[in-house]
């Protein structure tokens, strides 16, 4: 017995890993271990021997079963020391940098105007920037060989010969997505629909894609009265003071009256401010939806009626906050969007403020 007790302890001591540990337990203590073994022959022997053997190999077996479950121990501890070593980690470093995008004045704006006038109850339209030419001219009243057609500057998308459907434009304004609203819908109907347009023209204020806001409101008694008082509600809150209007007879094919819609500005020291001073600038156009064009969105002009404008929305984040040149907007110069750009986080709400 002391021969089997000096032989597993030192082995147990002397165990390398987790396996070679088992394997002694295994010998020793298992189902045919040397240990369980003997325990066995207990049977065979006389009373007497058993009295003094039996009490001696239980001790045996207990002394193993700790010495396993103490080498396994430290051997866990040990496993654990080995692993703190190699993946220890400095948290005192400093951390990596990354870099911070920011919105651009575009997107900022957008949602200013979306926020405003969905506080109003007009909800937002989309429609294609590839746009069929009826929607984009003749559903809005512009006949073929009408001059505004050609005002435009147009760009028109290829057509595969054998393809009989009609021409495709890079629409020219968000106008077209009135007659998709109201086919979509029927009325009333209160919309607006924010977007990318495009015009072949480039200078200082005029990029060939630019961005517009439409609005439509369509019930059976609206009037020249309501869109009045909504833009000036919108300009007031979007520029956070109260803004005049004027409106000023004009001529669109989509509306009859039109009207173009200039906002009270002071010219002192070369900076436009709104909501001051004498001057006036134009910033969008607007009217009485033309009884062709609620009949175009397949809605009866004899029951129902609206009012309809289009603005520039690069033209109001410029006038909202200072940005000189149009171009800037599209090159993509990191300096510049680190410099008009919004937070991620300075999501505009209402009651946020604008
Ligand atoms: N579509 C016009 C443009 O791009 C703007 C416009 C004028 C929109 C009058 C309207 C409107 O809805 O009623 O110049």
């Not at 021969?3 to 010998?27: F, N, S």
């Not at 062709?292 to 004899?302: E, F, K, Q, T």
């Amino acid at each position: 017995m002391d021969d089997l007790r000096q032989k597993y302890l030192t082995a147990i001591g002397d165990a390398a890993d987790e396996t070679v540990l088992e394997d002694l337990r295994v010998a020793a203590v298992g189902k045919k271990g040397e240990v369980s073994l003997k325990m066995r022959e207990l049977g065979k022997m006389t009373p007497e021997e058993r009295q003094v053997a039996g009490p001696k190999l239980n001790a045996l077996k207990d002394e193993i079963n700790a010495a396993l479950a103490a080498k396994k121990e430290a051997l866990a501890d040990t496993a654990l020391d080995e692993r703190l070593k190699s993946e220890w980690l400095d948290v005192t470093l400093p951390g990596q940098p990354r870099r911070q995008g920011t919105i651009h004045p575009v997107s900022q704006v957008t949602e200013e105007v979306t926020a405003i006038l969905a506080d109003m109850g007009f909800s937002v339209a989309e429609g294609p920037q590839i746009e069929d030419d009826w929607f984009n001219f003749d559903a809005l009243n512009i006949p073929d060989h009408h001059p505004a057609r050609g005002e435009m500057d147009t760009f028109y998308m290829h057509r595969d010969e054998g393809d009989n459907r009609l021409p495709h434009v890079l629409r020219t304004h968000t106008s077209p997505v009135q007659i998709r609203a109201m086919q979509k819908h029927g009325a009333p109907i209160r919309v607006i629909a924010p977007g990318r347009v495009y015009r072949a023209d480039y200078d200082q204020t005029h990029t060939p894609m630019f961005h517009q806001v439409e609005g439509l409101a369509i019930d059976r008694d609206i009037s020249m009265a309501n869109l009045k008082w909504v833009l000036e509600e919108f300009f007031s809150v979007f520029f956070g003071t109260s803004v005049k209007t004027r409106f000023r007879a004009s001529h669109f094919p989509f509306t009859e009256p039109s009207a173009e819609v200039d906002i009270q500005c002071s010219w002192e020291g070369g900076t436009v401010k709104v909501g001051e001073g004498e001057g006036w600038l134009e910033v969008l156009g607007s009217g009485m939806v033309h009884p062709n064009v609620i009949r175009a969105g397949g809605i009866d002009p004899d029951d129902w009626q609206g009012f309809a404008f289009g603005m520039g929305i690069d033209r109001m984040a410029m006038l909202k906050y200072g940005i000189p040149d149009l171009r800037a907007f599209f090159d993509s110069d990191l300096r510049w969007l680190r410099h008009y750009g919004f937070s991620a986080l300075s999501v505009p709400t209402l009651h946020g403020g604008l």
